[in-house]
C-alpha cells in the first residue's frame, strides 16, 4: 500500500505560481502602454468613488435610481481593484508571476463583480420600468428596504455563483511546466486549461454560471426595454415620449458599456482560438477596464444631478 500512496502523492501537482502575460508581441514598449492603462484605472477609480461620495452626501440624490447608481459604481471600482495590480505589475516591473492561491481569489473577485454588475443593470432597467409604467407607486414599490433586500440577493447570488469555482480548480491534477496564462490576470477559462486532467465538470459549471447570471440578466433586460417602450408608445404627445425615453438612455448607454465586450470575450473564447493572442488579450482588457472608465462619464454628461454632486465633492475636496 505505502508504494501506491507515494504515487498517488506525487502523481498530484499543483504549481506554486502561474506566469501571467501582458501584450504579447509588445512586451518591448510595455513601459509606455501602461500610460494609458495606469490613466483609465485613475479615471475608473476616481470617477465612480466621486458618484459614490455625490450620491452619498447630496439628500436629494437619495433616491432608488441613484442608490443602484452606486451599487453600479462600488462594481465597477472593485473590478478595477482585481485586475490592477497585476496588471501594472507586469507593465511597470515585468513581474509576471502570480501564486496559486493567489491567482484563485483574483479569479474569484473578477467574476463576483462582473456578475454582480450584471445584476446591477438588471435591477437599474427594473427601476427604470417602475418608473415609466407605474410613476405614482414608484415611490411605494421601491423603498429603502426593497433596494437593500435587491443589494443583499445581487450579493448572494453572486457569491453562491462563483464560490465554487476556485475549488473545482483546486482538485484538478496540474502539468509540471504548464504554468503560462494568457492574460496579466485570471480568468476561470484561462486556469482551467492548464490542467492535466478532465476538466468537463469545470467546463459544464462555468457555462451554467454565465447562462445562469448574465444570460438571464441580458434576457430580463431586454424584456424590461420591451415593455418600457410599449409604454412609451402608449403616450399621446411625442414630446412625452422623447422626455420618457431620455431618462433611459444613460441605463442604456451602461448595458451596451458592459454586454458588447461580455459577448465579445465568449465569441473569443469559444470560436477566436485561431486568432493571434494580442486579440484575445485586447477584448480581454476592453471587458475588464473599458466599462469602470465609461460609466461615470456617461451618468456624469447624461444626468445633470449627478453632474452637479460630483462637482460639489470636489469643489469640498479642494476647499478641504
Avoid at 120 to 149: E, G, H, W
Avoid at 302 to 316: D, G, H, N
Amino acid at each position: 500500500m505505502l508504494p501506491s500512496q507515494v504515487f498517488i502523492n506525487i502523481s498530484f501537482f499543483q504549481p506554486q505560481s502561474f506566469l501571467m502575460t501582458g501584450i504579447p508581441g509588445l512586451e518591448a514598449v510595455h513601459g509606455w502602454i501602461s500610460i494609458p492603462f495606469f490613466s483609465m484605472y485613475s479615471v475608473a477609480l476616481t470617477g465612480n468613488c466621486l458618484i459614490i461620495l455625490a450620491v452619498r452626501r447630496t439628500h436629494s440624490l437619495h433616491q432608488p435610481m441613484y442608490y443602484f447608481l452606486s451599487m453600479l459604481a462600488l462594481s465597477d471600482v472593485g473590478l478595477s481593484l482585481s485586475t490592477l495590480p497585476s496588471t501594472l505589475a507586469v507593465l511597470w516591473f515585468d513581474y509576471r508571476f502570480i501564486g496559486f492561491n493567489a491567482c484563485l481569489i483574483q479569479m474569484f473577485f473578477l467574476h463576483f463583480f462582473s456578475v454582480v454588475e450584471s445584476s446591477v443593470l438588471l435591477a437599474m432597467s427594473f427601476d427604470r420600468f417602475v418608473a415609466i409604467s407605474n410613476p405614482l407607486r414608484y415611490a411605494s414599490v421601491l423603498t429603502n428596504n426593497v433596494i437593500i433586500r435587491i443589494g443583499v440577493a445581487i450579493t448572494t447570488r453572486a457569491t453562491l455563483s462563483l464560490l465554487p469555482l476556485p475549488f473545482l480548480l483546486k482538485r484538478l491534477n496540474y502539468c509540471p511546466g504548464k504554468i503560462l496564462l494568457s492574460h496579466s490576470f485570471c480568468f476561470h477559462a484561462d486556469v482551467m486549461k492548464l490542467a492535466c486532467a478532465d476538466i468537463t465538470v469545470n467546463i459544464l459549471y462555468g457555462l451554467y454560471v454565465v447562462l445562469s447570471t448574465v444570460g438571464i440578466d441580458s434576457l430580463l433586460i431586454v424584456m424590461s426595454y420591451s415593455l418600457i417602450l410599449h409604454t412609451v408608445m402608449g403616450l399621446a404627445s411625442p414630446r412625452e415620449r422623447v422626455r420618457t425615453l431620455n431618462t433611459c438612455v444613460s441605463h442604456f448607454l451602461a448595458v451596451l458599456v458592459f454586454y458588447i465586450p461580455v459577448i465579445g470575450v465568449s465569441m473569443i473564447h469559444r470560436f477566436g482560438k485561431h486568432l493571434p493572442h494580442i486579440v484575445h488579450a485586447l477584448v480581454a482588457y476592453v471587458y475588464l477596464v473599458v466599462p469602470p472608465v465609461l460609466n461615470p462619464i456617461i451618468y456624469s454628461v447624461k444626468s445633470k444631478p449627478i453632474r452637479v454632486a460630483m462637482f460639489r465633492v470636489l469643489c469640498k475636496k479642494g476647499q478641504g
